[in-house]
C-alpha cells in the first residue's frame, strides 16, 4: 500500500499562486507515475497533470497548461504541483494519485493510490 498526502491548499485571489504537495509513504516502490486530478462542486473528477517515474515526461490537461508544472523529487518521494496565474474555476478538492506504471497516465482508473485530496478556492 502506498499512502499519499496532499499539502499546500488554501484560499487565493485570481491570478495568485499555490503550490501542492503530495508525499508519498509506504510501499513507495509501487509509486512510479503520479499525477494530479481535481473535483469541483457539482462536477466529476478531472484530470489535471500527470509526470512519469523518471519525471522526465509530462503531460497536462489543456485548461492548465501553460499554468500549473507538475514535478517530483524521488530521492523526498515527493511530487509537486506549481499553480500560477489562478483562476476562479480551478476551484476544487485537488488530489494526488500514484500509478503502479511508469508513464504519465490521464485516465484515473490508471491510478492505484490517491490521497484525501486537498481544497484550493480561487476567489475572484
Known amino acids: 500500500q502506498v499512502h499519499l498526502v496532499e499539502s499546500g491548499g488554501g484560499l487565493v485571489q485570481a491570478g495568485g499562486s499555490l503550490r501542492l504537495s503530495c508525499a508519498a509513504s509506504?510501499?513507495?516502490?509501487?509509486?512510479?507515475?503520479m499525477g494530479w486530478f481535481r473535483q469541483a462542486p457539482g462536477k466529476e473528477r478531472e484530470f489535471v497533470t500527470a509526470?512519469?517515474?523518471?519525471?522526465?515526461?509530462?503531460v497536462y490537461a489543456d485548461s492548465v497548461k501553460g499554468r500549473f508544472t507538475i514535478s517530483r523529487d524521488n530521492a523526498k518521494n515527493t511530487m509537486y504541483l506549481q499553480m500560477n496565474s489562478l483562476k476562479p474555476e480551478d476551484t476544487a478538492v485537488y488530489y494526488c494519485a500514484s500509478s503502479t506504471g511508469r508513464i504519465a497516465y490521464t485516465t484515473e482508473a490508471l491510478y492505484a493510490y490517491w490521497g484525501q485530496g486537498t481544497q484550493v478556492t480561487v476567489s475572484s
Open positions: 509526470i512519469s517515474r523518471s519525471g522526465v515526461s509530462t
Open positions: 509506504g510501499r513507495t516502490f509501487d509509486s512510479n507515475a
